[in-house]
């Protein structure tokens, strides 16, 4: 078995998320690297979960019966966990949502009905990236549309990473809202958050960061990254679906409007009008994804009791051998950073002339667990030239063996396509 500097005890660690136990087509055990899409989940938060379900499940904040309290009690200790697992300086700075996707279009919503100074109109611009995925495209894309703003992007170079040779051109004192990914999901590029934010702060800017692909990976702090709003969801990072959190500067969250109305965001209400509740419940319309978020602080409490720092030192080592091994495959080409600094543990690749649906069937009979297509970010795809890519992504339960799995299933493509 190869043997890595810095990897975690992996195979002690998958004995906690049964799903990877699974035997697959024709005897075959299954090889997940679909982590960027979704991370699977331990028994510590499906346990969580159940006992959720089985002794404390009721609406939370407003009963005063005992399963009600209970349940407020576990919902609002997520919150706190959420809060300590980012170091953000305010537990009421953290908003739960169902995804990050929601998380972005709730601050472009804000932004498009705010008040003066933070206000989206047609005398300000919007800056994204190239490399973001649509859900941090489209929601700009709706709102330029609605108010008249000016949609403004960095592009890409040819290794992957920000062009931003003209960033005081692209970020000018026009520009309402900077919104970028830390980590690309189909590129696996880390961006240089302190030069984007400074200038961003040079001439007024909000900065909003998705970090849907680093809150997973690495210790993330809000507090040092210095933007006003970050993003990320929980069903990456070992916790369930359907719970996303917005982190926003409290300042920022009391001076901006609410997206979405009804109960639990208010303080009164009659037929003329309404007062809100204080942040984050005023961000937290209706009956909220309740159990969601007592899964999402078992998650948090899973991977803190590992350490962030250690499962980012496992996922360097083991993406840097990965791109070692797949630059032996005969005509395989990665998308992106080709060595393992500065970039995450997902891998984008075209492999000749096979196009990658056809790659990932044929792997997928193996056993191997793999995402094809544009992965939610086809401008990337239009900037190389490329229909779409096969992308093998890697966690903390991930090996080495795994990863010579991949490759040797790509041999196997190879043959199976002549």
């Known amino acids: 078995m190869t043997q890595l500097p810095g990897l975690l005890d992996a195979e002690a660690i998958r004995k906690d998320f049964p799903i990877l136990d699974r ?64 170091n953000a300086p305010s537990r009421n700075e953290v908003i739960f949502t169902k995804n990050a996707s929601e998380s972005l279009n709730l601050v472009a919503n804000m932004l498009g009905w705010a008040d003066e100074p933070y206000r989206v109109d047609s005398d300000t611009e919007i800056v994204i990236t190239e490399m973001e995925h649509h859900s941090n495209i489209v929601p700009w894309q709706l709102l ?36 970028f990914v830390l980590v690309s999901n189909i590129l696996g590029t880390f961006n240089p958050v302190e030069a984007i934010v400074r200038r961003a702060q040079e001439v007024g800017a909000l900065v909003l960061i998705d970090a849907s692909q680093a809150a997973p990976h690495m210790a993330l702090d809000v507090q040092a990254l210095q933007a006003d709003f970050v993003a990320f969801t929980g069903h990456k990072m070992c916790g369930p679906t359907g719970i996303g959190v917005l982190w926003g ?23 003329s009008s309404s007062t809100y509740a204080p942040a984050p419940h005023k961000f937290e319309a209706g009956t909220p994804p309740i159990a969601q978020a007592v899964g999402l602080g ?97 966690y903390l339960y991930s090996t080495p063996a795994e990863v010579d799995a991949l490759v040797d299933g790509l041999e196997h493509v190879r043959n199976f396509f002549g």
Not at 146 to 173: C, H, M, N, Q
Not at 253 to 261: A, K, S, T, Y
Request: glycine share 8%.
């Open 298 to 394: 078992a998650a948090v409490d899973y991977l803190s009791a590992i350490g962030m720092d250690k499962i980012a030192a496992h996922e360097h080592a083991l993406t840097e051998y990965a791109i070692q091994r797949l630059q032996e495959v005969p005509d395989l080409r990665i998308i992106g950073p080709t060595t393992a600094e500065d970039r995450g543990a997902a891998i984008s690749f075209t492999l000749g002339d096979i196009h990658p649906h056809d790659v990932g069937q044929v792997l997928d009979e193996q056993g191997i667990a793999v995402r094809v297509g544009h992965h939610c970010a086809r401008p990337v795809c239009l900037r190389y030239g490329i229909p779409a890519t096969t992308r093998a992504s890697f």
């Open 249 to 271: 500067r409290q300042e920022l969250l009391e001076d901006l409007p609410p997206f979405l109305g009804g109960g639990e965001m208010i303080e009164t209400v009659s037929m």
């Open 144 to 179: 330029a549309q609605r108010t008249g703003a000016k949609l403004k992007w960095f592009g890409l170079t040819d290794d992957g990473r920000l062009d931003l040779s003209r960033i005081d051109e692209v970020i000018t004192p026009k520009t309402k809202i900077v919104s």
């Open 23 to 86: 035997v697959l087509h024709d005897g075959k055990k299954l090889v997940y690297l679909d982590n960027a899409a979704t991370s699977q989940t331990p028994r510590q938060v499906i346990d969580v979960l159940s006992e959720y379900y089985e002794q404390h499940n009721a609406n939370v904040h407003r009963g005063v019966h005992v399963l009600a309290e209970e349940a407020t009690e576990l919902y609002e200790g997520a919150r706190d966990k959420v809060a300590a697992f980012i």
